[in-house]
Structures are given as structure tokens and as C-alpha cells.
């Protein structure tokens, strides 16, 4: 498929958006539906319709992503010029192609970046589903050595039983918590810190608060 140069090519021309928005809704049909067009994007579903009814303008970031995930070409997304597939891009269902690139969205709900992208084919290696993902970036040394200050970790929002040995993340009195589980069957679980230095605590059996888990911890991503 071929574009040629119109009016709504310029960003500051009325029409831009709009044109714009066709394109994504076309993504949208060769990643096989809205949501998993957002998914890879690292935006809401609300969102990519107001992209598509051009209503919203979005960042370069999600713009990106959303072509990585269709394999269409950047320049086509945004200009509407030259070849809408890139050289040697998938065609069909994005199910089928384990190549492409899905986005990860941050575990902020207010943030708008997808700091990571995988590819289908590790995703069904690991057996996990993207939908059920986040990433959230570690603060402090409470479970050094194994996750340090900055490092990324990712979160399977789906997984939300309390395992031994698994380190999960969790939400109580306001704060989030990444900690190893570890049980202790006649008194409830205890919330291991990896680092030595920092002293665990005990999530009683019959705890009449109990924190929210947020999803277990499924990869970590460092810096060497």
C-alpha cells in the first residue's frame, strides 16, 4: 500500500489527527483488535479511541511501539508517506508473529511510557500473557543483592497467590512492597527482606488487614 503527499501530513493542518487516527484504527485491525493495539502501546483502550477518533494527540513513544507491534513503517504511521509495511514485516494476525515487539506498560497507572518491549516468542516461552503485565522500577536495598536500587522488574498481575520462595509485590498503608514469601503455617506468612540488614515481618493468619498483592515477580531486568 502506497500513500501519496496530502494537506493533513502537516501536524498544524486541522485534518491531521483525523488521518492519523485512520492509520492507528488500521493497526489496530492487523494487530487483530483495539485493546491489543493499546496493550502493545503501553496506553488505555479510552485513549487509543480518542487517538483514533482524532481527538487526543499521544507521545512518539506509544506511536512507535504501536508500528513495532502492526510492522508498519514509522513514516507512514505519522506522515501517511511511502510503504505502509516495513521490509519484511509479518502480515495478518499479530498473534501470529512471535517476532514482534510488545510493549510493557509501567505499573504507575497515571504514566504514559512503556519502559520495556518484548517479542510474542518470550512471552509464550515464559508462559505469560502481556495483558497481565507491568514493570516497576525497584527504590532502595531492601531486597539487595537480588534486586537493587533501579533495577526493573517485572510484574504478573494475574499471579496473586502467596507462594513460598516467590517474591511478590505488595500494597499496604500506602506503600508498595517487594518482598519474598516465606510460610510459617501456625502463625501466617512472613515477608522476607533478601537483604540481611533489614528484619522481616509477619502477616498473621487471622490479619484483619491484610496488604493488597499487586502480582508476582517474574523477571529482573539489571545493570552490569
Known amino acids: 500500500m502506497t500513500t501519496h503527499p496530502h494537506a493533513d501530513q502537516d501536524?498544524?493542518?486541522p485534518g491531521f489527527l483525523q488521518a492519523l487516527g485512520r492509520r492507528i484504527a488500521?493497526?489496530?485491525?492487523?494487530?487483530?483488535?483495539?485493546?491489543?493495539?493499546?496493550?502493545?502501546?503501553?496506553?488505555?483502550?479510552?485513549?487509543?479511541?480518542?487517538?483514533?477518533?482524532?481527538?487526543?494527540?499521544?507521545?512518539?513513544?506509544p506511536l512507535v511501539a504501536?508500528?513495532?507491534?502492526?510492522?508498519v513503517s514509522i513514516e507512514w504511521l505519522v506522515l501517511g508517506r511511502g510503504e505502509m509495511k516495513q521490509q519484511g514485516s509479518f502480515s495478518g494476525n499479530h498473534a501470529t508473529d512471535t517476532s514482534a515487539l510488545?510493549?510493557?506498560?509501567?505499573?504507575?497507572?497515571?504514566?504514559?511510557?512503556?519502559?520495556l518491549a518484548v517479542t510474542a516468542e518470550w512471552l509464550n516461552q515464559q508462559g505469560l500473557q502481556s495483558n497481565y503485565l507491568h514493570v516497576t522500577t525497584v527504590s532502595g536495598d531492601i531486597m539487595a543483592p537480588t534486586c537493587n536500587s533501579g533495577d526493573l522488574?517485572?510484574?504478573?498481575?494475574?499471579?496473586?497467590?502467596?507462594?513460598?520462595?516467590?517474591?511478590?509485590?505488595?500494597?499496604?498503608?500506602?506503600?508498595?512492597l517487594i518482598r519474598r514469601i516465606q510460610i510459617a503455617p501456625s502463625?501466617?506468612?512472613?515477608?522476607?527482606?533478601?537483604?540481611?540488614?533489614?528484619?522481616?515481618?509477619i502477616l498473621p493468619n487471622d490479619s484483619l488487614t491484610p496488604p493488597d498483592v499487586v502480582g508476582r515477580v517474574v523477571w529482573i531486568g539489571q545493570s552490569i
Not at 102 to 110: H, M, P, R, W
Not at 187 to 201: A, F, I, S
Open 66 to 71: 504501536m508500528a513495532m507491534a502492526a510492522g
Open 11 to 13: 501536524p498544524l493542518s
Open 187 to 201: 502463625k501466617g506468612l512472613w515477608l522476607m527482606c533478601d537483604n540481611t540488614r533489614y528484619q522481616p515481618t
Open 153 to 176: 522488574l517485572m510484574i504478573d498481575t494475574n499471579d496473586i497467590q502467596l507462594r513460598e520462595g516467590h517474591i511478590f509485590v505488595l500494597r499496604s498503608g500506602g506503600q508498595t
Open 102 to 115: 510488545i510493549a510493557i506498560g509501567d505499573l504507575d497507572a497515571n504514566s504514559q511510557h512503556a519502559p
Open 26 to 61: 488500521v493497526m489496530a485491525e492487523l494487530v487483530g483488535s483495539k485493546k491489543r493495539l493499546a496493550d502493545a502501546a503501553g496506553i488505555s483502550e479510552s485513549q487509543l479511541y480518542r487517538c483514533i477518533k482524532g481527538s487526543s494527540a499521544t507521545t512518539i513513544e
